[in-house]
């Protein structure tokens, strides 16, 4: 089951530092300058708790969790 | 050169129209409030800044937002495309048209407020805005201040414009919110092209179906273009919508020498064979169902005699530099595929450099807050398709060739 959340990122906020990444590698992977690639799809709801602690724990909160119309 | 409604009257040459001989020319506009933002919806008139939106339904979202307090026109004519002309040719020779559409912008959204954002650099255009202004009338002048654009490429990116008014750096801001939700001051604020405005002006005159009376092949309205590259004569002039490139140049007196491509749209545009580019016809509607666009309007016809990879490489490089270094994978992207092309250009074709761009040129747009990034990796695909044998075998040279 997916939850109706996506995962957003604000560009000009983030940095770099990768931590969503290693907290969460099922959705987000790290390009060669160690920026963010995220899974643009909804947010499963078995990972849901992680990308909560993903988005908590950003040092700068470029990351986000953003309700979206349900796609069917 | 020619002009067939923007450009029409007195000769280019003369300079800027005074008021006077604007208004003996074209009348007042007639049309104001909620009637022309309806007759902007049915013209089709699409914003000629680059994006094409929809000028009736930028007007209406901004009417919407500013229901309850006041909004503010930013007129763009910060013209950042090294190679188009057009914006600055049109406010050196007709600023009351774009003022008037700027105008008739503010009193239909009740705007407080206007700011003529215009490139510092461009200097002709400067001053004949600036004594257009002076010429308005009290109560258009004291809603009205001037803004320059710093000469960067991002700088006519509408937040970037909003940006700059409020708090002094021309950099883009993450959207949403977009600028007619929130945009000086947090108010809605409508960024509109000023060839864009100078259509409205004549719009609000003549109507849409007058708009759309002329065009070919099924294409409505005119277009400015700038005319730049391998031509006898280069230069900014006024086409019918639906105008194919082939008919464009050679209403300027052609191409000089044999031509190999053609860069439509400029530096945010992209490559095409020339064989496959003449034909084409220059309209928003006609170039979408090709996956193209018209962007600002520049055609640049590349000669057979100059190199591909190199021009694709000179420009990469600039498209790197002109990054406003505020999202990681857009400074550091853009940098990575700027060296490899300049690697292929100066040590010649080699298979890693071509894997790395391919991989890059995925994982790069839709990363950043504006669409810079995006549109420059948009530009590096079209090389690679268009310029495909030359990036296979391309020797160890770089060929310092000017623009």
């Given at each position: 089951m997916n939850t109706d959340l996506r995962l957003t990122i604000d560009r000009i906020k983030c940095d770099g530092h990768g931590l969503c990444a290693e907290l969460l590698p099922e959705l987000i992977s790290l390009d060669d300058w160690s920026y963010p690639i995220i899974d643009p799809g909804p947010i499963p709801e078995r990972l849901a708790p992680i990308a909560q602690r993903a988005v908590a724990t950003c040092p700068v909160l470029a990351l986000a969790m953003r309700r979206t119309r349900v796609s069917k | 050169m020619s002009g067939l409604r923007l450009l029409a009257g007195p000769d280019l040459r003369s300079g800027a129209e005074a008021l006077a001989d604007h208004t003996r020319r074209l009348g007042a506009p007639a049309l104001g409030g909620r009637p022309l933002i309806e007759t902007l919806v049915r013209s089709g008139l699409g914003g000629r800044g680059g994006a094409s939106f929809p000028v009736g339904l930028k007007w209406r979202a901004v009417a919407a937002a500013a229901s309850k307090g006041p909004a503010v026109v930013i007129v763009n004519g910060a013209e950042g495309e090294p190679q188009s002309h057009k914006d600055k040719v049109l406010m050196a020779t007709r600023p009351h048209l774009i003022l008037d559409g700027a105008f008739l912008a503010a009193r239909t959204l009740r705007a407080a407020q206007v700011v003529l954002y215009i490139g510092e650099e461009h200097r002709k255009a400067w001053s004949a805005m600036a004594l257009a202004l002076a010429e308005r009338p009290e109560a258009e002048r004291r809603i009205t201040r001037m803004a320059g654009a710093p000469n960067r490429y991002v700088a006519g990116e509408s937040s970037a414009a909003v940006h700059l008014i409020d708090a002094g750096a021309a950099t883009p801001t993450t959207t949403p919110p977009f600028p007619r939700e929130r945009?000086?001051?947090a108010v809605p604020t409508l960024v509109q092209n000023v060839e864009t405005l100078a259509h409205v002006a004549l719009i609000a005159r003549y109507g849409d179906a007058w708009y759309r009376s002329v065009g070919r092949r099924g294409a409505a309205g005119t277009v400015l273009l700038t005319i730049a590259g391998g031509v006898k004569s280069p230069g900014v002039l006024e086409v019918e919508a639906g105008t194919t490139i082939e008919e464009a140049v050679g209403a300027t007196g052609g191409v000089s020498e044999p031509a190999a491509a053609v860069l439509l749209g400029g530096y945010f545009g992209v490559w095409l064979p020339a064989m496959q580019a003449w034909?084409?016809?220059?309209?928003g509607e006609a170039l979408r169902g090709r996956g193209l666009a018209l962007g600002c309007g520049v055609i640049g016809v590349q000669p057979a005699a100059r190199c591909g990879v190199c021009d694709t490489a000179r420009i990469m490089r600039y498209l790197a530099e002109e990054s406003s270094a505020q999202c990681g994978p857009c400074f550091f992207g853009l940098r990575a595929l700027s060296d490899a092309c300049s690697r292929l250009a100066e040590r010649g074709t080699n298979r890693d450099d071509i894997a790395r761009l391919k991989r890059w040129a995925v994982e790069v747009p839709g990363r950043g807050a504006c669409k810079h990034p995006d549109g420059a990796v948009m530009f590096l695909r079209s090389a690679l398709s268009t310029f495909a044998d030359q990036f296979a075998s391309h020797p160890a040279h770089w060929r310092q060739q000017p623009a």
């Open positions: - | 945009g000086v001051a034909e084409i016809p220059l309209d």
